[in-house]
């Protein structure tokens, strides 16, 4: 069965501090594997998505099969990163492929 | 460009009474997206419409949930009877030509939040 899990509700840093918001996933077949990002009163936005292998607002991720992870990073935290992470992935290529959300980690960053 | 529009924003309602949600994709999208997020949860999907077909319904509780998107564009979603379990956002999304939501980015409207009593 297709599944993601975001192992921590919660993930609490300081400013200047890095960032690991975990992220594991299951998937029979080859995944693309996305972040999407809620900040406060705002709506949910793509973030990041690994097939293009960007950097975001200082965040990467690093798609690892092997342990399939997904974990997105930041050397130092801002206190503007503070919001609602959400890893997703998608089940194909076809026209009705979906995304699939993890339950969230809400990152609190600390002054 | 205007992004998604959903109404309403707010919805309190007792159970087995009826509710219908309104979305107005952006302009050109033809992939239209309702999830529903419980409290404490990611956003599932519902149902999945490439202009006026239906292309994946398979979570949507059909005894009780309907969906349409006439003419391919504004879509709503009803729920009749509604049950306290649906109390939840219902985010409705829009993509470019649904080609795989790899390379289409979906673009979530700001939700309505369901309470039911």
């Known amino acids: 069965a297709q599944r993601v899990t975001q192992p921590e509700k919660l993930l609490s840093v300081f400013k200047g501090a890095p960032v690991e918001l975990k992220c594991n996933y299951s998937y029979s077949g080859s995944p693309e594997l996305f972040w999407y990002v809620q900040y406060s009163r705002q709506r949910l936005q793509l973030l990041l998505r690994?097939?293009s292998r960007e950097s975001i607002k200082g965040f990467t991720a690093d798609l690892n099969k092997g342990e399939t992870s997904f974990h997105l990073k930041k050397p130092f935290a801002q206190e503007e990163d503070s919001a609602m992470y959400y890893c997703?992935?998608?089940?194909?290529?076809?026209?009705?492929?979906?995304?699939?959300f993890g339950s969230g980690t809400r990152l609190s960053i600390r002054p | 460009e205007a992004g998604v529009a959903q109404s309403p924003r707010y919805k309190i309602i007792e159970k087995r009474q009826s509710v219908a949600f309104w979305c107005n994709p952006i302009?050109?999208?033809?992939?239209l997206y309702w999830y529903q997020q419980i409290l404490g949860q990611g956003p599932k999907l519902l149902i999945q419409f490439q202009n006026n077909g239906v292309v994946d319904d398979s979570q949507l509780p059909k005894d009780r949930f309907s969906a349409e998107r006439l003419k391919g564009v504004d879509s709503t979603l009803k729920i009749q009877p509604a049950k306290l379990e649906d109390s939840a956002v219902y985010l409705c999304?829009?993509?470019?030509?649904?080609?795989?939501?790899?390379?289409?980015?979906?673009?979530f409207g700001p939700g309505t939040r369901l309470t039911v009593l």
């Open positions: 997703a992935l998608s089940s194909g290529y076809s026209s009705a492929s979906k995304i699939i």
């Open positions: 690994h097939i």
């Open positions: 999304a829009s993509s470019l030509d649904g080609q795989g939501a790899i390379y289409n980015e979906q673009f």
């Open positions: 302009s050109g999208h033809a992939t």
